[in-house]
């Protein structure tokens, strides 16, 4: 990556990646995720692409659901409509405000078949009115993954995957690969009670970026870095 | 065709209603009256008081005066009409075009029906038996007008039913108030003899007009059916449907799919011009074998657009063999498209709303129809009650979210009982058990105490306390109940972010 590129190679890098769905960041288009974001390629969060996030227990799960909802704050546009769609729903629509998510702008789709999960995720992934979709999939094959990033590039539409519990944990066709889990809060000046939310957040894979870790807490309506954290572990791919 | 018409006659259409709603009454006689210029006039009469002797339109003192143990209930204005309605709205199911006869009687348009009943007496009878089941004193007449009709609904007892043509021997033995006449005119009638409608009935029209004015050879034409009268159904008729035959039987797939889409086209053009949308539709095919098969849709959303709806219909489910002759597509919610609506959301420049609510339909379809749902706030505090799923995609918040206390991203459908270590009475446990594993707490938040609404159910009040574990884990656990109380006891329902 370092090495002395000519302009036509630069060029075509950029092309591919504006091609897999990584678009050079326009004014206005960050996500609020502070130092993460520049773990993508162009520094950017790619809208127009599916991203995977890994949970295993019922506590790393609610703090997915917590990110997540942070996430499609900011994704959001100011009228935008998403689509929740899974099985036996925990998530709890109230609580998601807390994120800076109107829960009346989620249409959720509690379907009762796992066959017609993977289904109403991609049909929904092609709709080009709406923002974003999260998806609570446990399962996913890489050929399933292909079909959804392909859907995702098309419409433009942000694919988010919560994989609760998964069994398998094989390369899929995602943009990234994430895993949020709780950490201890910090009540401001010593004072009793819990914090602000606060995460791990790993991102494990990241398709021509940099995985990292971080720890960020949710206060005052946006995503904060923790000062004391760690820069986490960089490592070198793509 | 030749026309039919049936008149139905309600004589104690009120009082019925009322014994309906007050059994008891039976045996009493009973009449509804209303004031009029300071006196109370009676406007209907049970049975009972009608067989005493008592007449619409007497004062109620006089009736008093014949039946001393009258009861009376005062009358509301309207109430005919209203029970007229509803009658008509359930005559629909004998024939699509029903129309009211104030104040006592409906008027039926019966033409091509009775052969569904094998016979005109046995559609009659069917009529009148089911009527007379819910209660209501009736009795019909059925003739090629309605003005023949109507007369022997009132007036012979014997047949209901005239056959075709027969209207002049049918008319003439009736009284003349058979002919839906004004007082006056019947009056003059009665004062020159003319007691029976073949006592003039002869008498050229010329002449009656000149003795009796405009309204006597009229109503006459009319019971005649010289002259064509006029009947405002309740339900105005016009269908959302279309049929296209075949040819020859249509066995593939490729021809079921051209028959659809050329049903569609039409339908969705005529939605389109008069800007509405269909709800529901039918497509219906009839076999050969004299089978009818059929699918059905629902949108989510009024829809004109064909291309939607045509992916909406599952034609692998059609079972077409031996083969389908005639095609038909029936629209029979329909609704007018709101484009206004679309402003809401304000998705892609307004075609986003269509957009989603096709992308819902194509969910809906496949995976059940309960599997969409849109959540506003309900002015609860109790959590399982503080939100309201709404079907509409368009309704907003009428009160903002809570924001003020914490609530979980995820609630238990179930809260799930924990053993705890709460040494101090209203502090958080130091330690709880879920599902076989000790959380330590290190931090807490509460009590927030929520009441059970007493008015909708009865149990004992909760008190939450955020807690987080040693691990970072925060959790949303329950106290129900006191402290000390006899039935307290502890519950995890949510884990928060």
């Known amino acids: 990556m370092n090495g002395v590129q000519s302009p036509v190679v630069q060029q075509l890098r950029e092309d591919i990646l504006s091609l897999q769905g990584f678009t050079p960041p326009a004014p206005g288009s960050r996500v609020g995720l502070g130092p993460v974001e520049a773990a993508f390629p162009n520094g950017c969060f790619p809208r127009a692409a599916v991203h995977e996030f890994l949970s295993d227990t019922p506590e790393e799960s609610a703090a997915t659901s917590g990110f997540l909802a942070g996430l499609l704050g900011c994704l959001l546009p100011e009228r935008g409509m998403c689509l929740w769609i899974g099985r036996n729903r925990q998530v709890f629509p109230p609580g998601l405000t807390a994120f800076g998510l109107t829960p009346d702008r989620i249409l959720f789709i509690d379907l009762a078949r796992e066959a017609d999960l993977l289904w109403a995720i991609e049909e929904a992934l092609k709709c080009e009115a709406i923002s974003a979709v999260v998806g609570e999939v446990r399962e996913l094959g890489m050929t399933e993954s292909r079909r959804l990033q392909l859907a995702v590039e098309r419409s433009r539409v942000t694919g988010l995957l919560h994989r609760r519990n998964p069994r398998a944990r094989h390369a899929l066709a995602c943009a990234s690969r994430w895993r949020i889990s709780p950490l201890a809060s910090l009540p401001e000046d010593g004072l009793p009670g819990v914090g602000f939310p606060r995460w791990q957040v790993d991102l494990l894979k990241v398709r021509n970026g940099l995985p990292g870790s971080w720890q960020l807490e949710w206060a005052e309506g946006h995503f904060q870095p923790l000062a004391t954290a760690p820069r986490g572990r960089w490592l070198q791919t793509g | ?497």
Not at chain 2, 78 to 95: M, Q
Not at chain 2, 273 to 286: C, I, N, S, T, V
Not at chain 2, 312 to 320: G, R, T
Not at chain 2, 350 to 364: F, P, Q, S, W
Request: with cysteine.
């Open chain 2, 1 to 497: 065709m030749e026309k039919r018409f049936v008149s139905l006659w309600f004589p104690h259409l009120i009082t019925d209603w009322v014994l309906l709603q007050k059994p008891v009454l039976k045996a009493t006689p009973f009449v509804l009256a209303s004031p009029r210029h300071g006196r109370m006039i009676v406007s209907a009469t049970s049975a009972p008081a009608a067989a005493a002797g008592i007449e619409t339109g007497m004062v109620v003192a006089d009736a008093r005066v014949l039946f001393p143990q009258l009861a009376v209930f005062p009358d509301r204005e309207g109430r005919a009409g209203r029970l007229l309605t509803e009658l008509a709205a359930w005559c629909i199911r004998f024939t699509p075009v029903v129309a009211l006869d104030l104040p006592d009687g409906l008027l039926l348009d019966a033409s091509g029906c009775a052969h569904l009943w094998k016979g005109e007496l046995p559609y009659l009878h069917d009529l009148l038996l089911r009527l007379r089941q819910m209660g209501y004193h009736v009795r019909a007449g059925m003739a090629d007008t309605i003005g023949t009709a109507w007369a022997v609904a009132r007036f012979r007892s014997d047949d209901p039913v005239v056959p075709p043509g027969m209207m002049d021997e049918a008319l003439g033995p009736l009284p003349s108030a058979a002919l839906r006449l004004p007082p006056e005119v019947l009056e003059r009638l009665d004062k020159l003899g003319f007691y029976r409608i073949e006592s003039f009935l002869p008498i050229p029209a010329s002449v009656l007009r000149r003795r009796f004015g405009e309204v006597l050879p009229r109503q006459l034409s009319l019971a005649l059916g010289y002259r064509e009268e006029p009947l405002k159904p309740v339900r105005p008729l016009e269908p959302y449907f279309e049929r296209l035959p075949a040819p020859e039987p249509i066995l593939t797939a490729t021809g079921i799919e051209i028959a659809l889409h050329h049903l569609l086209e039409a339908l969705c053009t005529r939605l389109a011009r008069e800007g509405k949308g269909l709800r529901k539709a039918f497509f219906r095919g009839y076999r050969l074998d004299h089978e009818i098969v059929q699918l059905e849709i629902g949108t989510s959303r009024a829809s004109c657009h064909g291309e939607h709806l045509f992916r909406l219909f599952d034609i692998s489910k059609l079972a077409p063999e031996p083969g389908i002759e005639l095609f038909e597509l029936e629209a029979p919610v329909v609704e007018d498209l709101l484009p206004a609506q679309e402003a809401l959301w304000n998705l892609n420049g307004g075609k986003g709303m269509r957009e989603i609510a096709e992308l819902l339909d194509k969910l809906t379809g496949r995976a059940g129809a309960n599997i969409v749902h849109r959540y506003l706030p309900a002015e609860h505090y109790w959590p399982e009650r503080s939100v309201a799923a709404t079907d509409s995609l368009e309704d907003v918040p009428g009160t903002p979210w809570p924001v003020e206390r914490p609530r979980p991203v995820h609630l238990l459908a179930r809260p799930e009982t924990i053993q705890v270590t709460a040494p101090v009475p209203d502090y958080p446990p130091m330690l709880f058990r879920y599902r076989g594993e000790v959380h330590r707490v290190s931090k807490a938040d509460g009590p927030e105490r929520i009441e059970q609404e007493w008015w909708l159910e009865q149990s004992a009040h909760r008190d939450y306390y955020v807690v987080e574990d040693e691990r970072g884990a925060r959790y949303w656990i329950f106290r129900l109940g006191h402290y000390d109380g006899p039935h307290s006891e502890w519950f995890l329902h949510g884990f928060f972010a």
